[in-house]
T-cell receptor, first 119, second 118 residues
Framework: AQSVTQPDIHITVSEGASLELRCNYSYGATPYLFWYVQSPGQGLQLLLKYFSGDTLVQGIKGFEAEFKRSQSSFNLRKPSVHWSDAAEYFCAVGVLDLSYVIFNYQLIWGAGTKLIIKP | DSGVTQTPKHLITATGQRVTLRCSPRSGDLSVYWYQQSLDQGLQFLIQYYNGEERAKGNILERFSAQQFPDLHSELNLSSLELGDSALYFC?????????????????FGEGSRLTVL
């Protein structure tokens, strides 16, 4: 079965330090991969996505992520975090189900990682 | 602005009541997804519609129901409300449409409807 694992429930980093949030997925085919961010009380905003091509993808707000097929990982990175990056981050994999007459498409979500920034 | 509109943004009601949450997807998106996010919980997938038809069901309670109308807007009906139903309810639409799978597969989220059951 498809799944997404974000092993860190909380991560605390100092402002200005580098950041890496881990994401591992289980899916038999080439995945569509996503990172979303949710600020407190807000909706979800797409940070970046991968579905083909260069395995290092750039997103908004200075974030990047690298798709590593051999490790089934899609880790999110930022070289220097800002206090405004404090939020919850969700990794997701897009899954196609071809058992329907017209395909069905779902995102399988990780449990999220809450990022706390120390001043 | 994602292009997905949800109303109301906030709703306070009492146990036992019934509420309806409304979602308008992005123009041209045929799929609508509903999610529930309780305090300190991740996203729980409730139900998906595609062009008016139910396509997939997740952890949706029998007290909850949804539909998608011909104009593609969707409504989530929550009845016999309990304290534990207090949550953020998100609607999302997808740009991955049709058998050709045209699109990027991104889900576009509304800002959510915050339901408080007292």
């Amino acid at each position: 079965a498809q799944s997404v694992t974000q092993p860190d429930i909380h991560i605390t980093v100092s402002e200005g330090a580098s950041l890496e949030l881990r994401c591992n997925y289980s899916y038999g085919a080439t995945p569509y991969l996503f990172w979303y961010v949710q600020s407190p009380g807000q909706g979800l905003q797409l940070l970046l996505k991968y579905f083909s091509g260069d395995t290092l993808v750039q997103g908004i707000k200075g974030f990047e992520a690298e798709f590593k097929r051999s490790q089934s990982s899609f880790n999110l990175r930022k070289p220097s975090v800002h206090w405004s990056d404090a939020a919850e981050y969700f990794c997701a994999v897009g899954v196609l189900d071809l058992s329907y007459v017209i395909f069905n498409y779902q995102l399988i979500w990780g449990a999220g990682t809450k990022l706390i920034i120390k001043p | 602005d994602s292009g997905v509109t949800q109303t109301p943004k906030h709703l306070i009601t009492a146990t036992g009541q019934r509420v309806t949450l409304r979602c308008s997807p992005r123009s041209g998106d045929l799929s609508v997804y509903w999610y529930q996010q309780s305090l300190d919980q991740g996203l729980q997938f409730l139900i998906q519609y595609y062009n008016g038809e139910e396509r997939a069901k997740g952890n949706i309670l029998e007290r909850f129901s949804a539909q998608q109308f011909p104009d593609l807007h969707s409504e989530l009906n929550l009845s016999s409300l309990e304290l534990g139903d207090s949550a953020l309810y998100f609607c999302a639409s997808s740009d991955l449409e049709g058998a050709a799978g045209v699109g990027t597969g991104e889900l576009f989220f509304g800002e959510g409807s915050r339901l408080t059951v007292l």
